[in-house]
T-cell receptor, first 113, second 110 residues
Framework: GAGVSQSPSNKVTEKGKDVELRCDPI?????LYWYRQSLGQGLEFLIY????????KSGLPSDRFSAERTGGSVSTLTIQRTQQEDSAVYLC???????????FGPGTRLTVL | RKEVEQDPGPFNVPEGATVAFNCTYS??????FFWYRQDCRKEPKLLMS???SGNEDGRFTAQLNRASQYISLLIRDSKLSDSATYLC???????????FGAGTRLFVKA
């Protein structure tokens, strides 16, 4: 079946612009995670959605970052007034309720000039 | 100090060698443990979960030592295709926040 998809695959933007990244989780997966991975670094947890529960936003680095998940499926991560340090690969993952296995999308490579 | 720490490597080993990676975690409330594999410029994929009793999957063996708060991964008879970054992953009790280590790079050479 279809895996996790993310769009765009690459995004180049100018400092100060807003960007929106999209994640389509695996159908039926109720849990959705966003991570950020900078060059040569590990994954940094950003935000977690589980069903209709309030999201865990504890990893968002600043108030310029926000995310929403509509209808319990598609999620968008928005970065306002982008900065050069926001340049990274943004990865989305989904999982079912009763398993810990996370399935990752291919990521969106964001470059802020 | 990072919550999950790994030796970044790189580990350079010949084909057929046995190689072991260790990972330490600082939060004693950690509940679930995993090893993920990430190929260059690709997304991470689950390699195996780590159970208290230790578990094996083919050439791969994972161990958990709760008292010392470390996790290990042993790869026997290394193949060229094992070349990748291995990520140690810890999930906290009572929540869903997942902490990834920075990864250990492995290069297996012919």
């Amino acid at each position: 079946g279809a895996g996790v998809s993310q769009s765009p695959s690459n995004k180049v933007t100018e400092k100060g612009k807003d960007v929106e990244l999209r994640c389509d989780p695996i159908s039926g997966h109720t849990a959705l995670y966003w991570y950020r991975q900078s060059l040569g670094q590990g994954l940094e947890f950003l935000i977690y959605f589980q069903g209709n529960s309030a999201p865990d936003k504890s990893g968002l680095p600043s108030d310029r970052f926000s995310a929403e998940r509509t209808g319990g499926s598609v999620s968008t991560l928005t970065i306002q007034r982008t900065q050069q340090e926001d340049s990274a690969v943004y990865l989305c993952a989904s999982s079912t309720d009763n398993t810990d296995t996370q399935y990752f999308g291919p990521g969106t490579r964001l470059t802020v000039l | 100090r990072k919550e999950v720490e790994q030796d970044p490597g790189p580990f350079n080993v010949p084909e057929g060698a046995t190689v072991a990676f260790n990972c330490t975690y600082s939060n004693s409330a950690s509940q679930s443990f995993f090893w993920y594999r990430q190929d260059c410029r690709k997304e991470p994929k689950l390699l195996m979960s780590v159970y208290s009793s230790g578990n094996e999957d083919g050439r791969f063996t994972a161990q958990l030592n709760r008292a010392s708060q470390y996790i290990s991964l042993l790869i026997r008879d290394s193949k060229l295709s094992d070349s990748a970054t291995y990520l140690c992953v810890v999930k906290r009790t009572g929540g869903f926040k997942t902490i990834f280590g920075a990864g250990t790079r492995l290069f297996v050479k012919a």
